[in-house]
C-alpha cells in the first residue's frame, strides 16, 4: 500500500520541506495530513483528491460539486451524522446515491450511513474541509429516521458491536498556534518517510500519555467508542513509540486510529484486511499477545510498512475482546529490544479495561433504546 505522502512526492504536488511540516503539523494537533497540507496552502484540493483516489482505488468528488448538490440531497441524512461520520449524500443515479465520504474503505461507516438511507450507495473520497464547507450552508430541516430497537439484539453480538461503531469528527486544531507553542529548540519531528527528520526520542510529546490510574478514571467517562480507542492509544503511548489500532468489523480488519511520530491517519484508515487473511493477527487467540519479530508474510510486512522507516525491529500486538470475540488489536512499535514483562502486563490490562469500556457503552445503548 502506497503511503499518501509518498503518492503527493511522486506526483510532484509538494516537496519534501511541505511533507515534513504536514507530518509535524500531524504529530502535534493530530487530524489527516491532507487536511494539513490544505491549511498550510501546500497542496491544491484537486492535487490531494487524485492522490487520495490513487491510494483508496475510490473516484473522487470535489468541494465545488458538494456545495451545488440540492439541499434534498445533502439533508437525506442528519447532519450530526454527516458532521460525526464526515459524509454528505451529493447525486442520485437510478436508486444509487453517491456519497462523499473522508474514509470511504470503512465498512462500519459504510454500514451506518446504508442503515439510515435505505439505499445502494457509491462512495466517493471527498476532503474534511470540501465535506464540511458543503454542510456550512444546510438548513437541518429533517428529523432522524427511526433506528431499528438494539434492545432485541444479545449483548456482544456483531450488531451491537456494530452499532457502537460511529466514529467522532476528527478536530484538527489551531496548526501554527500549535506548532509555535512548542520549544523551537526541539528537534525536527519525526517523520517517517526516508530521508526526512529522524523520529524524537520516545518522551518528547509526553502531555497527554496516560498512567494506568488516569487511563482507569478516564475510561470511567468515555461517552463514545472513539473515546475508548484514543485513551488505550494514550495508554500505550507511555510503553510503545508507535502505535495504531485496527478495528475488526464485518469480516475485515480495518485501520482505526494511531499514535506516534509519523503515524499517518490517511494511511492508517487506507487500511482494509479481510480477517480471514493468513497473518500473525489471525493466529491470535483469547487471552493471547504477541511480542517479536513478525514473520514474512504479504499481510505482516503490511503491517511492518505502516509504521514507515524505520521500520520496528520488534512489535506488540494486543487484541482487545468484547465477550471473547476480537473487536480490536493495539499494534505497536517496541523501543529497544524487548517489552519489559512488567510494561507488558501494564498493555495486557490496559486492552482487557478497554474491552471492558466497549461492553458497558453497548450496555448504556440497550439501556436507552429499551
Same mark, same amino acid.
Not at 249 to 255: D, F, R
Given at each position: ?162 452499532? !457502537?461503531?460511529?466514529? @467522532?469528527?476528527?478536530?484538527? $486544531?489551531? *496548526?501554527? #498556534? ?5 520549544? &523551537? %529548540? ?59 489500532? !485496527?478495528?475488526?468489523? @464485518?469480516?475485515?480488519?480495518? $485501520?482505526? *486510529?494511531? #499514535? ?5 491517519? &490517511? %494511511? ?103
Amino acid at each position: 500500500m502506497k503511503r499518501l505522502g509518498e503518492i503527493l512526492l511522486d506526483r510532484g504536488a509538494i516537496g519534501v520541506t511541505e511533507l515534513h511540516t504536514g507530518l509535524e503539523a500531524c504529530h502535534y494537533s493530530g487530524g489527516r495530513l491532507g487536511t494539513q497540507l490544505l491549511k498550510f496552502g501546500f497542496v491544491d484540493e484537486h492535487a490531494l483528491l487524485e492522490a487520495l483516489s490513487e491510494q483508496l482505488n475510490v473516484p473522487p468528488v470535489s468541494s465545488s460539486i458538494l456545495k451545488r448538490a440540492p439541499d434534498g440531497l445533502r439533508r437525506m441524512l442528519p447532519l450530526d451524522v454527516c458532521r460525526r461520520l464526515q459524509v454528505l449524500v451529493f447525486e442520485r443515479i437510478e436508486g444509487c446515491l453517491g456519497i462523499a465520504m473522508t474514509n470511504p474503505r470503512s465498512p462500519s461507516i459504510i454500514e451506518e450511513v446504508v442503515s439510515y438511507l435505505g439505499l445502494d450507495i457509491k462512495p466517493h473520497v471527498a476532503t474534511e474541509v470540501g465535506i464540511l464547507s458543503a454542510l456550512a450552508d444546510v438548513r437541518e430541516e429533517v428529523a432522524e429516521p427511526e433506528v431499528p430497537n438494539s434492545s432485541t439484539v444479545p449483548v456482544g453480538q456483531p450488531d451491537e458491536w456494530q452499532r !457502537l461503531w460511529t466514529p @467522532s469528527a476528527l478536530q484538527g $486544531g489551531d *496548526l501554527l #498556534r500549535t506548532l509555535r507553542s512548542r520549544n &523551537d %529548540d526541539h528537534p525536527a519531528m519525526a517523520a517517517t518517510f526516508p530521508g526526512l527528520a529522524p523520529i524524537p526520542d520516545a518522551g518528547t510529546v509526553t502531555a497527554t500519555i496516560l498512567d494506568g490510574d488516569a487511563f482507569s478514571a478516564q475510561l470511567k467517562t468515555a461517552e463514545h467508542r472513539d473515546d475508548v480507542g484514543d485513551l488505550l492509544l494514550r495508554r500505550a503511548a507511555g510503553i510503545l513509540s508507535r502505535c495504531y489500532v !485496527l478495528a475488526v468489523h @464485518s469480516g475485515k480488519m480495518a $485501520g482505526w *486510529l494511531a #499514535r506516534g511520530p509519523g503515524m499517518v491517519v &490517511d %494511511d492508517i484508515q487506507a487500511l482494509t484486511i479481510p480477517v480471514d487473511e493468513p497473518s500473525i493477527l489471525s493466529r491470535i487467540s483469547e487471552d493471547e499477545s504477541f511480542c517479536g519479530q513478525f514473520p514474512a508474510g504479504e499481510v505482516n510486512d503490511l503491517l511492518i510498512q505502516l509504521f514507515g522507516e524505520p521500520a520496528p525491529v520488534e512489535v506488540a500486538v494486543l487484541p482487545v475482546f468484547v465477550k471473547k470475540r476480537v473487536v480490536a488489536f493495539l499494534i505497536g512499535d517496541i523501543p529497544g529490544s524487548h517489552v519489559p514483562e512488567e510494561a507488558r502486563n501494564q498493555l495486557l490490562v490496559a486492552v482487557k479495561k478497554a474491552g471492558v469500556a466497549f461492553e458497558i457503552l453497548i450496555m448504556k445503548k440497550k439501556i436507552l433504546a429499551s
